[in-house]
């Protein structure tokens, strides 16, 4: 089996880190093969760096990675990945609202030759367990249809925030992506296709979680404006390659 890097992005996450890394490491101690755990702290206000450290101090396979400033979900997100040694490296939502046995499931993926996978809420096999607020459900199919309008993907869910990519294809992604914000998802996948990497969408089951980080309208316009533009930029690359 491949050695894995399962990358977690976390800001002010004290209240629910400790039950998400404690299931983490019980994922770990289940399963055979290699993996290691980066967690990213962006600058905050509370004690998640102390948190995620002090498991450092008790499992080898945990690190933290304590990002001096707030620059957003995509910076953390890049942060970790280009830290990241495994030969897949996966990124997830710090709630784990996508269970991590789906981390198997997408490895038999790479094994029949994909490089980037990643999980949809909109394929028609997943699983929603509890949904958002309807609010945010038309807020993200909103997003999601306009970017398609607009050229800017060909996914039907590009902000599942339960990814993985081989790591010659996450190098390649992740060096070039420039959105710092929520936007990240789009800019990375739009780099991914037009380098040329397989790319597989697939379906999870997923539960949505209180305390969410987004805010429908403010971070929601910001985000396809970034997004719109990363897109744009990854297009720019492919065809300065070609």
């Known amino acids: ?19 998400t890394l404690n299931a983490v490491k019980g994922f770990l101690d289940r399963i ?3 993996t290691e755990v980066v967690v990213v702290v962006e600058k905050g206000t509370d004690q998640t760096v102390e948190i995620a450290t002090a498991y450092t101090l008790e499992d080898s396979r945990f690190r933290v ?16 990945m280009l830290a990241a040694t495994g030969d897949i490296i996966f990124f997830m939502d710090a709630d784990l609202s996508v269970p991590l046995r789906f981390v198997p499931d997408f490895l038999g993926d790479f094994e029949r030759g994909a490089d980037v996978v990643f999980g949809s809420r909109q394929h028609p096999e997943s699983v929603i367990v509890r949904s958002q607020p309807l609010r945010r ?3 993200g199919r909103a ?16 902000q599942c925030g ?30 991914a296709d037009c380098l040329g990497f397989q790319i597989v969408e697939r379906p999870v089951e997923w539960c949505d979680s209180p305390g969410s980080k987004v805010q429908a309208l403010r971070d929601g316009s910001h985000a396809f404006l970034d ?12 065809a300065q390659r070609a």
């Open 227 to 238: 997004a719109l533009a990363g897109a744009r930029r990854a297009k720019r690359i492919s």
């Open 137 to 139: 459900v038309l807020a």
């Open 65 to 80: 990675i304590a990002n001096p400033v707030a620059r957003g979900k995509g910076f953390a997100v890049k942060t970790g």
């Open 143 to 158: 997003f999601n249809l306009c970017l398609r309008l607009c050229g800017a993907t060909k996914f039907h869910d590009t």
């Open 162 to 191: 339960f990814k993985a990519f081989r790591k010659i294809a996450s190098r390649a992604v992740f060096e070039h992506l420039t959105v710092d914000g929520f936007g990240f998802d789009v800019e990375a996948l739009a780099l």
């Open 32 to 34: 055979d093969f290699t």
């Open 1 to 19: 089996m491949p050695a894995v890097s399962l990358v977690i992005p976390c800001r002010n996450e004290q209240s629910r880190l400790p039950s």
